[in-house]
T-cell receptor, first 112, second 112 residues
């Protein structure tokens, strides 16, 4: 596959453990946040989103937490599986219109 | 068939050549985007279009142009390709009702 993010921070996690991926955002006016997963050779895929009027949102095995005070977003993956190995990106919508700004990404490696 | 289709998937071109990357979608979305992905830099917005008559520059539009031929088609052109335009290029779509993007599978462009 292509070299997506040769210099990305990497999180190594044992299969079955929980993963936490962090993201700091810069714009206090951002009103919408998304986490994407990108597997090798594929485009980013939507995982979960959260609006700025919420602190927490849960999906299937994933939870997103938003701390607006410190402008911090996290993605928690429960019972991490080999199929969760990928690069994860946070993105924010900075105000009027719909233009997402993406973070640099975190690579997650799941060890068997 | 994929909801968002990009062609070609891979392309090698010479410096100074004109090249067009194409994107078509079957989502019925009115908004389309072109992003560029470089290792360690996440995705950066090149151009976006909120409808057929609306074209806007993103953060890195220099050296690129776009054409929104129809609601379902949005093409990206490099008028005179240069080596630092070597990257992965992604097309994405979204709707007014949902800010989450749907991405294509990407085009790997190499300029030699």
């Amino acid at each position: 596959g292509e070299s997506v993010g040769l210099h990305l921070p990497t999180l190594s996690v044992q299969e079955g453990d929980n993963s936490i991926i962090n993201c700091a955002y810069s714009n206090s006016a951002s009103d919408y946040f998304i986490w994407y997963k990108q597997e090798s050779g594929k485009g980013p895929q939507f995982i979960i989103d959260i609006r700025s009027n919420m602190d927490k949102r849960q999906g299937q095995r994933v939870t997103v937490l938003l701390n607006k005070t410190v402008k911090h977003l996290s993605l928690q993956i429960a019972a991490t599986q080999p199929g969760d190995s990928a690069v994860y990106f946070c993105a924010e919508n900075r105000g009027a219109g719909n233009k997402l700004t993406f973070g640099g990404g975190t690579r997650v490696l799941v060890k068997p | 068939d994929a909801d968002v289709t990009q062609t070609p998937r891979n392309r090698i071109t010479k410096t100074g050549k004109r090249i067009m990357l194409e994107c078509s979608q079957t989502k019925g979305h009115d908004r389309m985007y072109w992003y560029r992905q470089d290792p360690g830099l996440g995705l950066r917005l090149i151009y976006y279009s909120f409808d057929v008559k609306d074209i806007n520059k993103g953060e890195i539009s220099d050296g690129y142009s776009v054409s929104r031929q129809a609601q379902a088609k949005f093409s990206l052109s490099l008028e005179s390709a240069i080596p630092n335009q070597t990257a992965l290029y992604f097309c994405a779509t979204s709707s007014r009702a949902n800010y989450g993007y749907t991405f294509g599978s990407g085009t790997r462009l190499t300029v030699v």
